[in-house]
């Protein structure tokens, strides 16, 4: 069962306030006990000082100044309870008694007198009991009234510094999967705050990945399906034979979709860890055309590329790598070995357009195959790019963000 953290909060305030409230209480009765016997002993104190004056001078004992002290000249004459509470010996001494005196005895040695001993009753004089019995009530109901009000705040203290947390928790607590987090306290500028900014990106994170693991195994199973099928039929239908030529040219079609189709799989599977930057995007068809089979002998007949010296755009290297890769490989593939490319920028596209061998419809009716994935590829850069299939040429524009 969860435990509420206001009600764990309002219950170590409080638990605090009373404590505090209950230990300065005492402190301060003991202040004042500690307080009225100090009175009474130097009181005690001075009539000792001026009895000893008196005796030295004149002789004799005095009588004492006030009527509260009284001179005993042997342990003896003490009252009886205060005899029963002391010894001769000793030197002072708080007596209390059933009948309510209440006893201070100071003990002296005087020349010629011997040991005399001060006996005073000052419960006449104490104030911390009269006051206590006069108006304790009262003091007792404010004090309850104090304890009221701090536990009071203690309450409102409690529920002002949970409540936003309650309210991140309520958040957390009704984000749906597949939402999209919005926590109320990320401009907060203190601890809940920074929880709040931290937990917005995590979820943001984990939504992502969540999201890039369901469409990478939606398109591992979408798109790897059709050419696996393709060459498992081209396998069944060839047994007992040999396989004819256009046979092959499907196999080595299905080998070539599924090699493409796994790098694009996973470029866009880490396109979310990987970042922008400024591309020349030149330089990339370059590196592409080298690494193509046979570029050498090409000639101008059958290859044409219109492009400026420098081509910087806002994309990430890799994933515009790949993407360029499989266009331009399925310009080639599908376009036959008599295909005419041309690669040219043009109204802030880039054109890639390959010519159609129409003879060849039972391998061209493949090249629709993978543009979804080459979309969500220009997607993740935040480029866009377009399909124009015709008759006699195949054409894709590929707009991509120009670096500033």
């Known amino acids: 069962m969860l435990r509420s953290i206001r009600r764990s909060l309002f219950a170590a305030l ?14 301060a009765v003991v202040i004042a006990y500690v307080t009225e016997d100090m009175l009474v002993g130097r009181l005690l104190e001075r009539e000792a000082r001026a009895i000893e004056q008196h005796a030295a001078r004149h002789g004799a ?20 309870a205060v005899r029963a509470a002391t010894t001769p010996l000793q030197e002072r001494a708080e007596v209390f008694t059933d009948t309510g005196q209440h006893y201070h005895l100071l003990a002296r040695e005087l020349p010629g007198h011997g040991r005399v001993y001060l006996l005073a009753d000052v419960a006449p004089v104490l104030v911390v009991s009269k006051v206590v019995q006069d108006v304790g ?37 009704a984000l749906a999967p597949g939402a999209t987090p919005a926590f109320s306290a990320r401009g907060r500028l ?5 929880l709040a900014e931290r937990l917005d990106t995590s979820f943001g994170a984990l939504q992502a990945a969540l999201r890039r693991e369901h469409d990478f ?30 046979e092959l040219a499907q196999l080595r079609s299905g080998l070539h979709d599924i090699g493409a189709t796994i790098d694009v799989l996973f470029a866009l ?34 290859f044409s590329l219109s492009l400026p010296e420098r081509l910087p755009v806002l994309g990430n290297r890799q994933l515009a790598g790949i993407l360029l890769n499989n266009c331009i490989g399925n310009a080639l593939f599908h376009g036959g070995p008599q295909v005419v490319l041309s690669i040219a920028w043009e109204n802030g596209a880039l054109c890639i357009i390959n010519s159609v061998d129409g003879e060849r419809h039972g391998q061209v009716q493949g ?10 590829a220009a997607q993740a850069m935040g480029w866009d790019i377009a399909f124009h299939p015709g008759v006699k040429d195949y054409r894709v524009e590929i707009t991509p963000h120009l670096a500033a």
């Not at 309850?144 to 947390?165: G, S, T």
């Not at 203190?190 to 920074?194: A, K, L, R, W």
């Not at 090249?367 to 969500?376: N, T, V």
Request: glycine letters at 8%; proline letters at 5%.
């Open 137 to 173: 009530g009262v003091l007792i109901f404010f004090a309850l009234l104090l304890i009221a009000l701090a536990l009071l705040l203690a309450w409102l203290l409690a529920r002002r510094l949970v409540l936003p947390l309650q309210v991140l928790a309520r958040e957390a607590q």
């Open 61 to 80: 004992l005095p009588r004492p100044s006030s009527d509260l002290v009284a001179i005993h000249a042997s342990h003896a004459s003490l009252p009886a």
């Open 217 to 246: 195994t939606r398109d591992v199973g979408h798109e790897l399906r059709t050419p696996l099928t393709v060459m498992r039929n081209t396998l069944v239908l060839s047994e007992g034979r040999a396989l004819g030529p256009e």
């Open 367 to 376: 090249f629709a195959h993978g543009q979804l994935l080459l979309r969500r």
């Open 14 to 27: 409080a638990g605090l306030t009373v404590l505090i409230c209950l230990g300065y209480t005492g402190l």
């Open 269 to 302: 599977a880490r396109s979310q860890q990987l970042g922008q930057e400024n591309v020349d995007l030149r330089a990339l068809i370059e590196t592409c055309l080298l690494r193509l089979p046979g570029a050498e002998d090409w000639d101008e007949e059958r």
């Open 190 to 194: 203190d601890e809940i705050g920074v």
